[in-house]
């Protein structure tokens, strides 16, 4: 099996979810920035991360899903996972965005809805990992939760 992990990320938090991802599943890891559609050869597993950013997914990584050719992950069994802020510890103001965020969703579902719409296998257990505040850290425990979700895919 070939895994595959694409992902973006402005204040490194979903860098390390990806990062602890990829070194427990033996993925190569590429910044979005880094990936080409060719990468995606051989891949038989692919999993694709972005912050949330105004309830979906970093432009980057959705221009990267849109610019795959139709069909070009067929065959691909695929999963998205986002990073996103806290219910418990996000403070004011940011706490009126949080309420927002869960009216508007986030931004794996949409990632899946995209991956789904290239006609990759989308395996339907998305990773949702959540930050402290808006640049972080991670939640405690959050970066184990990632690798045992990755390792239950
Ligand atoms: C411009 C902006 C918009 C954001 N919008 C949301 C949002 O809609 N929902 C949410 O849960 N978090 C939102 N956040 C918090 C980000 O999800 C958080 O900064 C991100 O998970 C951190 O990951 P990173 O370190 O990989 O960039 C937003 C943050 C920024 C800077």
């Not at 992902?7 to 190569?28: F, M």
């Not at 139709?70 to 986002?82: I, K, T, W």
């Not at 990759?120 to 930050?131: E, H, L, N």
Request: proline share 5%; glycine share 10%.
């Amino acid at each position: 099996m070939s895994t595959l992990v694409i992902y973006d990320s402005v204040y490194g938090n979903t860098e390390k979810i990806a990062q602890a991802v990829g070194a427990a599943l033996g993925a190569r890891v590429l910044k979005v920035a880094d990936a080409a559609p060719a990468d995606l050869q051989g891949c038989t597993l692919l999993l694709v991360g972005s912050p949330t950013h105004a309830f979906g997914a970093l432009p980057n990584v959705k221009g990267f899903l849109a610019s795959l050719p139709a069909g070009s992950l067929a065959g691909v069994r695929a999963e998205a996972f986002d990073t996103r802020f806290s219910a418990k510890t996000t403070p004011q103001p940011p706490k009126f965005l949080k309420l927002m965020a869960d009216t508007f969703g986030y931004a794996a579902e949409k990632l899946e809805k995209q991956l789904a719409r290239k006609g990759a296998q989308v395996i339907g257990k998305a990773g949702q990992f959540s930050i402290d505040g808006n640049e972080g850290p991670l939640s405690d425990g959050e970066l184990e939760r990632a690798v045992q979700w990755a390792r239950s895919l």
